[in-house]
């Protein structure tokens, strides 16, 4: 696998694929964060489709990305994952509504830890799904970069309970 670190709004992200397949986006902080395998390959030239359609997304120029992606996941996994590129952007659903998607209504915890392990957060936008109340939950990246990416989308549904981010990188950016 190669990898990178691109710069964002949310700190670096690690992207990691083989040729021009994205297969991981990792955060710099919270239970997303990843850090480069021993046996991968660092190649500041990789990717630059992604690095150009995340730069667009984070300008706000792109609403959907449209990427070769190869996530590595079960089969469960990978239905939740497809649902959640449905989600249209500046939109939020619940993790219910994501499980009746799915064709299980009765699954939602299952849809939550599959959510949970998505390995493209941003570009399968897992942040776009929230607690039923509207209160937001859980993110790879930490509640802020939720709250950050969920903002800069201009969704709404949501509860914010924060008005500003605890993080310096993502103040001047709120």
């Avoid at 990691?16 to 902080?29: K, M, N």
């Avoid at 709404?156 to 990188?169: M, T, W």
Wanted: proline residues 9%.
């Amino acid at each position: 696998m190669r990898f990178l670190y691109h710069a964002s709004p949310v700190g670096p992200l690690l992207l990691a694929g083989e040729d021009a397949s994205l297969s991981l986006i990792g955060f710099p902080q919270g239970k997303g964060r990843r850090d480069p395998e021993p046996e991968w390959t660092g190649d500041p030239s990789a990717f630059p489709e992604v690095r150009r359609q995340l730069d667009a997304y984070f300008n706000g120029t792109l609403r959907q990305f449209d990427l070769p992606l190869s996530p590595r996941g079960t089969a469960f996994q990978r239905a939740v994952w497809q649902e959640l590129r449905r989600i249209p952007y500046g939109e939020t659903i619940a993790y219910r509504d994501l499980a009746i998607r799915v064709g299980n209504p009765a699954a939602v915890r299952a849809v939550g830890a599959a959510n949970g392990a998505n390995p493209l957060p941003i570009v399968v936008p897992c942040h776009r799904v929230i607690g039923s109340g509207g209160g937001l939950t859980g993110f790879g990246g930490g509640l802020d970069a939720k709250r950050w990416l969920l903002r800069h989308e201009g969704a709404a549904g949501h509860r914010d309970r924060a008005e500003q981010s605890s993080l310096p990188f993502l103040a001047d950016h709120a």
